[in-house]
């Protein structure tokens, strides 16, 4: 190897042991393995997946269960409203269960804003965050009752100040604001929040208009955070901004929106991280606000991420430079990933006398991207596919018709799978998007 050139360690969450994967139901409880392999809920795989396409498996339920954890671990501390991340998802299934659930919902755009309308939300359940709003959707926030509306930066607030005096509206508003030190995502050259002392004067400022009801000051500013210590910071970072300024302007904030950025539950919890944990440390942090204030939350990834599973077959292997790769059917333009270990893979089935070794998992684009690198699987893994995890947020809402056919995706509800998007759909899409007949 040349001296200028170093391996790059992995980066994510460590791969599955062998022990983990074998006991996955303590992890994922709806996940467990039988002698048919592995089970969803008790049915095998096996009988839900013919393995002929890959098929992107929401798991409504789970999704459900993510948000009562969360919900119900902040509520032992706080006055809590859990609002989830459409941009997360869009399965309109997953939405109304979460809806029916108690959850509210917080939309960045006027597609997403009709989307959790169409799920049932009413608009006191809506948050809607945005750095910008066409003029269109701006008078559809301000003639809805009861919606939250954060605002980001200076041109922003006078957007929504005039329109809003035009409408003869007064919109409840929240301050977005950067707390913490600059990162690789929420840096200085980001367009995303607003600097401490900015944030202040837009408080101020908001305050003093008799066009705007200035609730509070919303602070997101994390990513896949899966210990204490950052959100804790964050959540005493914007304590003290509003204990600040009830002390100091004289007009007590009465929420504090401490955003989304948390990793998937169950990789949270396999680090060590509960959400009772997650409450606790914000309930010590946020010591100094003032009193009667509502908490708010915006979890995405938290609440979608392991509520859905892709099932994939292994189109080819491969070995290069000594390691040996698994070609999935499934591709990335579904399955983006971010990091070298974004989708931890399992095995469908195994032979109990059968070997495991070190895989790499990879798709068939012809693009450097990696779904997991130096996976545990058995040595005859690619016989009966892979089941790929974490898969439910940022996936399906970002899919493409490039490079690949997209999979099937589907509902998994009462022991079935229903398609929702199958080859007529992929058809129709191609049809739509580029004049194609797909001949199937």
Known sequence: MPQDVRPVPFSGPETLSREEIESIARLLPYLSYGVDGLELEGVPVRRLWNGSRPLLLHLPQRAVDNFTALHAAFSAHFDVRVHCAVKACYVPEVLRALRAAGAGIEVMSDLEWRLARSAGFTADRIVSDSIARPVDHLERLLRAPHVTISVDGERELESVEWHAKQFGARPTIVIRAN?????????????????????????????????????????????????????????????????????????????????????????????????????????????????????LLEPGRFVFADAAVALTGIIAERRKSGQDWLITAVAGNLLRPVRDRSFPPLPVRWSGDRPWRRWHVGDPTSTPSRLWLDALLPEDVARDGLALLDVGAYTAVRASLWGSELPDMGIFHDGDVEITFGEAQQAALARALYGVDLDW
């Open 179 to 295: 707390l913490l030190p600059a990162d690789e995502f929420f840096s200085t050259s980001s367009k995303l929040g607003t600097e401490p002392n900015e944030a202040y004067a837009l408080l101020e400022r908001a305050a003093a208009s008799p066009h705007l009801d200035l609730a509070g000051i919303h602070a997101h500013q994390l990513i896949h955070c899966a210990g204490v210590a950052r959100f804790a910071a964050q959540a005493g970072a914007a304590a003290e901004l509003a204990a600040a300024f009830a002390t100091i302007q004289g007009t007590r904030l009465r929420v504090i929106n401490l955003g989304g950025g948390l990793e998937s539950r169950f990789l949270m919890e396999r680090a060590g991280t509960s959400c009772q944990d997650l409450a606790a440390a914000a309930r010590e942090a946020m010591g100094p606000a003032p009193p009667g204030y509502r908490l």
